[in-house]
Structure formats: C-alpha cells, structure tokens
C-alpha cells in the first residue's frame, strides 16, 4: 500500500469491519481511509433483517442491489429491489430498515464518512 494502490476482494475484504471496506474507520495512510464516503459489501441470508431501525441518521445512502431480492424499509414505506442494479437513494434523516427476501448482495454508499459512528 505503499503506492497509494489497495488490491482486494469485497468477500474477504468486507469482513474486517462488519462489511464496510471505505470510510473514516480505515487508518490513515490506508487508501480505503475517508472522511467523504462509506461504501459497504453486504452479503444477507434469505431472512435476514437489521436487528433494530436506524433512528435520525445523519448521512445520506445509496443502496444498490446485485443479487437476490431485498426490502429497504421506511417509515411510510417499503422499497423491493428485486433486479440487479435496482437502487434507493435515501437522504439524512430518514429513518430506515432492511429485510433479506432472499440470498442477496447489495452495495451500499453513504456519505459523508463521520467519526463517531458505529460501524456495523
């Protein structure tokens, strides 16, 4: 990494910080490091659901879907992505959730990258 050039994998790469491979958590010096965006590789089982909402949240998030059929969840609605490359965006503030409908991948984007914030 001496170059400024970080080679990986998203499988094993994800696995480090509980799927996210880019953000503020990454140390410094490390060209995943950023204070500007968040991107996350989530693998999700059939029936997988985020264990609790998240409540006034204050980054904006892109949410796109490789495989599979997921659920972004909100309050005055639920969002299916079911076809590879479906997407929502979602602004600061709103309140969100998920549900795995089946095996699926999704990449997610959020930004800015804030220190402070738990990454999971």
């Not at 989530?42 to 949240?57: C, T």
């Not at 495989?67 to 979602?90: A, I, N």
């Given at each position: 990494m001496t170059d400024g050039i970080y080679v990986g994998n998203a499988d094993p790469d994800a696995l480090a910080d509980h799927g996210w491979l880019l953000g503020h958590f990454k140390p410094e010096g490390d060209p995943r490091h950023s204070a500007d965006v968040e991107i996350k590789w989530?693998?999700?089982?059939?029936?997988?659901?985020?264990?609790?909402?998240?409540?006034?949240?204050h980054r904006t998030a892109l949410l796109v879907l490789?495989?599979?059929?997921?659920?972004?969840?909100?309050?005055?609605?639920?969002?299916?992505?079911?076809?590879?490359?479906?997407?929502?965006?979602?602004?600061?503030?709103?309140?969100?959730?998920?549900?795995?409908?089946e095996e699926s991948v999704v990449l997610t984007v959020r930004w800015p990258s804030i220190p402070g914030y738990a990454v999971r």
């Open positions: 989530g693998r999700h089982p059939r029936g997988d659901r985020r264990a609790a909402w998240v409540r006034g949240e490789i495989s599979g059929c997921f659920h972004m969840e909100f309050p005055e609605r639920t969002v299916v992505l079911d076809k590879q490359g479906d997407y929502v965006v979602w602004s600061r503030g709103v309140d969100h959730s998920w549900y795995a409908a």
